[in-house]
Structures are given as C-alpha cells and as structure tokens.
C-alpha cells in the first residue's frame, strides 16, 4: 500500500470532518480474543477432518494462538475451555502464554460433555447433578485465579426436547440459584459473561433462550454479571445490533463471540457471510463510546470482551483467525467513519434517506490503506495474512503429524 493511497484516504477522511488520529487510536485498542477450541480439529456430526499440525496440548494451542497476536497485533489473549484445556499446571500454562506475548483471555466452564448432564447440568432436577455442575463452575473461578483471567464466560446446553419433559420454572429457579454461587464466588475485579441460545443441543426449549433470559439473570446477580451476544445464537431476521444498543443503554452488555453463520450456529468465518451486519453492531458500539451524554454506556462499550467463537473444519485455523481478527478491524474501522454529528443531525430532522446515507457512507469506504498504516504504527504486519504464509510456520507445524486436539 502506497503511501499515497494513504494520503488520499486521508484527504478524504479530513474534508469530512473525520479525526484520523482518533479513529486510529481507537482502532488500535480494539483487541479479540482467540478460542483455544478453534485451534483444535473439528467438524460436523457427519465428520472431523483430520488436518495435519492441529496442537496436541493446550499448550501448543496457545502457541498457535499467539501467531495470530504476532501478525494482527490485535488479539493478546486466548479464551480456554475447562476441560477441554485441562492441565496439571495453570500457572505454567499462564507462563507459557506469557512467554509467547500473550496472556489467558476468559476461562469457559463446561459443562455438556458429561453423561450426567443428559437432563440439565444446573438445572437437572436430581440435586447431586447440580452441585456437580456447580462445583465445576466453581473449579473455574480457581482456574482463572491461576491463570490470572478476569472473566468466566457461561454457556449452557441445559433444555429439553419435548413438551412436558420438565418444569420450565422449576428449571429457571435452579439456574438463578447455581449463578449466583458462582456470582457470590468472584472476586471483586471479576466478571461472569452470560451467554444465551435458543436451540441446540435441546431443541424445544433451552434454559437461557435468548438475551432478554440471559439479562434478567444478569441484572438479578448484580454488577459483575453482564451478557454475552454470540452472534450465531440469533434466529435469522433477528435484529442483533437492536439487542447490543439495549444492553449498552442498560450498562449490561459484556462480551461477544463473533462468528458468522448462513442457517444455524455454523461457527464460520465471522464477516464471511455477515459483514454489513457486523458493521452495524460496530456501529452501535462506536456511538455509544462516543456519546458524550450517556458516559456510563461509553464505559460499558469501552469495556467490552470481544471474542471469536469459531471452529474451521475444512480451512487451515491459524490463517482463518488472522483473516476474522482483520474483517473485524476492518468493520469496526468503517463503524468509526460514520460521521455522529451528521447523523445526529439527519435523525433530529427525521429524514430517513439521509441518515440512512450518513451510515452507508462509511460502510462503503475501502479501510485498506487506514488499516495498513495502523498496522505498521503498531509494528504488526501491514498484510497479516501474507507475512503469516511466508513466516514458515505452518511448514514447521506440520511435524505435530495429524491426530491432535479435539
Ligand atoms: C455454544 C457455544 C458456547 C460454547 C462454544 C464451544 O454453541 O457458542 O460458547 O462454549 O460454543
Ligand atoms: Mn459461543
Ligand atoms: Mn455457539
């Protein structure tokens, strides 16, 4: 990219009245964490493609994930899912993060793969499966202590299958009961992110469905429990940056775990399919940061954990994190081109044509050269995607032969 190209942009940018140095500051605090688990093979219940280099241990997949940091410069921490990362030693896991530049993002309980879990993990009407959930909840709050992560991030796949199986009441009762002992377990600078679903596994109704569920619990527990909006989670026309402008104004937005999907919870590339919805959930976010009326919701904004959520069956992983930490910098970027006072303006006149432009406008710039420069400003790779291919990594991982982690 020519400094030139840059030159342009910025002209551009200039005339209508965009602060340059602003926004590529802002762009430069944006940080996504990686998933352990998408470093790992995967697939569909049909098959998993075995690939060849996948880690073999928790360790390696922070290896993994800390190439992804070394070319975006953009996502210092990885996320790991207890007990998908089991180890004897978090503290060594802790280091060994730390020794390849990044640190352990949010710590996941997990609590589906166990035969116990047939009928409900916290939300089992056998007690004894309760508590076994909960202790579990617990353990990771242990976890996150050694590791030093600030975040349990909570996903259930409690519901049931048919009509009459169990009582829906009964079953919301246990889960506000569960989440709270794990609530009154955290420490002070501690945060529990609630994630909601409204299918899968159980497929007639899941106990936190969707985020209206998930922040009533949040707002009953108190002020370290926010949502999570899992962008797969959503039935199709369901309007999410709506959902995340009404938890931002409720100070109760917490997180996201990004991914992109075409009919259900695909866990694919997020932006690959979604890019102008992606956008207009940026869009929300960088009105919120900057609304200089509202500074409770610019710090709920400012404060977000933004995560990806993503398996990569059939593509190489380490390349397909660097191309989503780009399409997320990339939407975020044009987010922060909207022009607020424009806007503001077009919206006081209730004319809808222009406030409409106001927003498509920035949607349609090419952020490419603003993203180059960035990038070299923080002495990442001005192209991610080309410096990770000629790094030889992907060479040298390839002696891991096939059969690592699931
Ligand atoms: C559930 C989910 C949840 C899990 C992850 C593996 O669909 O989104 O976040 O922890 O997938
Ligand atoms: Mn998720
Ligand atoms: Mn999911």
Redesign the pocket.
């Known amino acids: 990219m020519s400094d030139k190209q840059y030159a342009l942009f910025e002209e551009q940018q200039k005339a209508r009245g965009i602060d340059l140095d602003k926004v590529k500051n802002k762009i430069k605090g944006l940080e996504v964490e990686t ?1 352990s ?1 998408g470093f790992g093979d995967s697939g569909t219940r049909f098959k998993v493609f075995e690939q060849e280099g996948i880690p073999r241990d928790p360790f390696e997949k922070i290896e993994d994930a800390a190439q992804v940091h070394k070319f975006t410069g953009s996502s210092g921490a990885a996320a790991i ?1 207890i007990p998908w990362d089991k180890v004897d030693d978090y503290k060594a896991l802790k280091s060994h993060a730390k020794d390849h530049g990044i640190a352990i993002g949010a710590v ?1 309980p ?1 609590v589906f793969q166990d035969d116990d879990y047939k009928f409900g993990s916290v939300t089992n009407s056998d007690p004894a499966i309760r508590q076994k959930a909960v202790d579990h909840l617990l353990e990771c709050v242990d976890i996150a202590r050694e590791v030093d992560s600030k975040a349990i ?1 909570l ?1 259930f ?1 409690d519901g049931t299958n048919y009509p009459g199986q169990a009582d829906f009441r009964k079953r919301k009762n246990w889960m506000h009961e569960s989440l709270q002992t794990l609530y009154n377990a955290l420490d002070e600078d501690m945060r529990m992110l609630i ?1 909601y ?1 409204f299918f ?1 596994p159980a497929f007639y109704h899941t106990d936190l469905a969707d985020w209206g569920m998930a922040f009533n619990m949040a707002n009953k527990l108190g002020p370290k429990a926010d949502v999570l909006v ?1 962008t ?2 959503h039935p199709q026309a369901a309007n999410i940056e709506h959902i995340v402008a009404y938890l931002l104004d409720e100070k109760k937005l917490g997180g996201f ?1 990004f991914n992109s999907r075409k009919y259900a ?1 695909d ?1 694919l590339i997020v932006a690959a399919h979604n890019p102008h919805e992606i956008f207009l959930i940026m869009q929300q976010i960088v009105a919120a940061e900057e609304d200089g009326a509202d500074p409770a919701a610019a710090k709920t904004a400012g404060n977000i954990a933004y995560m990806l ?1 993503q398996c990569h069956n059939i593509e190489p992983k380490i390349p397909a994190m660097i191309r989503s930490i780009m399409n997320v910098q990339n939407l975020y970027a044009k987010a922060c081109l909207v022009n607020l006072d424009e806007l503001r303006e077009a919206q006081e006149k209730q004319d809808v044509l222009w406030a409409e432009e106001v927003v498509r406008e920035a949607y349609e710039f090419d952020v490419t050269p603003l993203l180059k420069a960035v990038r070299e400003e923080m002495g990442a790779a001005p192209d991610p995607m080309k410096a990770y291919r000629e790094s030889g990594y992907a060479e040298k991982i390839l002696k891991r032969g096939k059969g690592g982690a699931g």
């Open positions: 998933p688990w899912h996941n997990n991030s996903w796949a994630e679903k899968e899992d797969g989670h775990h919870d866990d959520d």
